[in-house]
């Protein structure tokens, strides 16, 4: 089975902090996500990655940005956290050739004070 | 681009009443179709997709879809729900050619009460 792994599953930050989210995916896959997700909106992009290297914005990629140096691995940074990216996020994976089943981690949920 | 309504942000039933959640999708192209389920405290999972063919999707838990293209519909069906399957279910579209997106409808929170 597909293992995505969260290593921060509960994070608190105060408003300004620098903040890393990492995923690391365990079977070679291509494509990374990073999704947000609040009650009653579901859940929204916030970047994506084909390969190493690689990223694309999402539908909310403000405030965020992203490091993908090795194909295992998809971090998420907040340059500066603010009270507004209070929420959970999930990272997923996908097989290239899959019909675009994705695998989730666990989730991280982070708030700032 | 696509986008996914539930019609429902709640759905309370009573154990083993029979249950379904609706989706709504819009798309200009062909589509592939997903329901995932969050349980809490976790990420999302596979429940069930349609990609191609039969309509009439069976996923893990008990739980089927149908694939309806004239109604632009894929409902999520169970006819017996458990104490268990209390979740939040997520249906989600992506286009077939296109982008490789998948866009996610708003939830449908589930409880099952005894």
């Known amino acids: 089975d597909v293992k995505v792994t969260q290593s921060s599953r509960y994070l608190v930050k105060r408003t300004g902090e620098k903040v890393f989210l990492e995923c690391v995916q365990d079977?070679?896959?291509?494509?990374m996500f990073w999704y947000r997700q609040d009650p009653g909106l579901g859940l929204r992009l916030i970047y994506f990655?084909?390969?190493?290297?690689?990223?694309e914005k999402g539908d909310i990629p403000e405030g965020y940005s992203v490091s993908r140096e090795k194909k295992e691995r998809f971090s998420l940074i907040l340059e500066s956290a603010s009270t507004n990216q209070t929420s959970m996020y999930l990272c997923?994976?996908?097989?290239?050739?899959?019909?675009?089943?994705?695998?989730f981690g666990a989730g991280s949920r982070l708030t700032v004070l | 681009a696509q986008s996914v309504t539930q019609l429902d942000s709640q759905v309370p039933v009573f154990e083993e009443a029979p249950v379904e959640l609706r989706c709504n999708y819009s798309?200009?192209?062909?589509?592939?179709l997903f329901w995932y389920v969050q349980y809490p405290n976790q990420g999302l999972q596979l429940l069930l997709k349609?990609?191609?063919?039969?309509?009439l999707v069976k996923g893990i838990n008990g739980f089927e879809a149908e694939f309806n293209k004239s109604q632009t519909s894929f409902h999520l069906r169970k006819p017996s729900v458990h104490i268990s399957d209390t979740a939040e279910y997520f249906c989600?579209?992506?286009?077939?050619?296109?982008?490789?997106?998948?866009?996610f409808g708003k939830g449908t929170k589930l409880t099952v009460n005894p």
């Open positions: 997923a994976s996908r097989d290239r050739s899959g019909a675009n089943v994705l695998t």
């Open positions: 349609y990609l191609s063919g039969s309509t």
């Open positions: 989600a579209v992506s286009d077939k050619g296109g982008s490789e997106k998948l866009v």
């Open positions: 990655s084909y390969d190493v290297k690689m990223k």
């Open positions: 079977m070679d896959h291509e494509n």
């Open positions: 798309s200009s192209v062909s589509v592939y």
